[in-house]
């Protein structure tokens, strides 16, 4: 088993914090992994991106030419990592920033909008947990038991208080895996 991973958006919509939570999940669960961010000249409103690579195998290169799933925060970075997607690969888009889709009919697509679901939650700075959560739940990579123990250590002792939130936003998002019927786009 192997799953190699890059998440990405506009500095400021958690991305690193996302690749944290799941590169923390891997390691707290025995698996190999790797994890490398990278960040725009601007922090908030640039671009920032991270690659996450776990393994149940010694990991060779934590460098990432070709995703088994792309994460897509927003637009550009949909335009800028979708043609780099295996055949066969994973693209999630956060629908609520991305108003077009990938022109490929080799990888399955799930539109996640989670800017919506994190304003019912009635906050929309945990979106990045919703996609979290759908990517959880579509690749089965870490048990869902074990992200919420990282979400919890990732809070710090002041934002506390924001866990319950996370929680909620990460199990909405496994709930979007629950029947779903990704969409080949060609």
């Given at each position: 088993?192997k799953?190699e991973?890059i998440?990405a958006?506009?500095?400021?919509?958690?991305?690193?914090l996302m690749?944290?939570?799941?590169?923390?999940?891997?390691?707290?669960?025995?698996?190999?992994?790797?994890w490398?961010?990278s960040?725009?000249?601007?922090?908030?409103?640039?671009t920032?991106n991270?690659?996450?690579?776990?393994?149940?195998?010694?990991?060779?290169?934590?460098?990432i030419?070709?995703?088994?799933?792309?994460?897509?925060?927003?637009?550009?970075?949909?335009?800028?990592?979708?043609?780099?997607?295996?055949?066969?690969?994973?693209?999630?888009?956060?629908?609520?920033?991305?108003?077009?889709?990938?022109?490929?009919g080799?990888?399955?697509?799930?539109e996640?909008?989670?800017?919506?679901?994190?304003?019912?939650?009635g906050?929309?700075?945990?979106a990045?947990?919703?996609?979290?959560?759908?990517?959880?739940?579509?690749?089965?990579i870490?048990?869902?038991k074990?992200?919420?123990?990282?979400?919890d250590?990732?809070?710090?002792?002041?934002?506390?208080?924001m866990y319950?939130?996370?929680?909620?936003?990460?199990i909405?998002?496994?709930?979007?895996?629950?029947g779903?019927?990704?969409?080949?786009?060609?």
């Amino acid at each position: 088993m192997k799953l190699e991973t890059i998440m990405a958006g506009f500095g400021g919509q958690g991305i690193m914090l996302m690749g944290e939570i799941l590169a923390h999940s891997a390691m707290m669960e025995n698996k190999e992994v790797s994890w490398i961010p990278s960040y725009g000249p601007e922090m908030r409103g640039g671009t920032a991106n991270c690659m996450v690579v776990i393994s149940d195998r010694r990991i060779a290169s934590p460098i990432i030419s070709h995703p088994d799933v792309l994460v897509a925060m927003n637009k550009p970075s949909m335009e800028k990592f979708s043609p780099l997607v295996k055949p066969g690969g994973l693209i999630i888009l956060n629908i609520s920033m991305i108003d077009d889709r990938p022109a490929r009919g080799d990888v399955d697509i799930l539109e996640v909008d989670a800017g919506k679901i994190a304003d019912a939650l009635g906050n929309s700075k945990v979106a990045n947990m919703v996609v979290l959560g759908a990517l959880v739940g579509k690749t089965g990579i870490v048990d869902k038991k074990t992200v919420l123990n990282s979400i919890d250590c990732f809070l710090p002792s002041h934002r506390k208080s924001m866990y319950e939130i996370n929680e909620k936003a990460f199990i909405k998002g496994l709930e979007l895996m629950a029947g779903v019927t990704l969409k080949g786009v060609g």
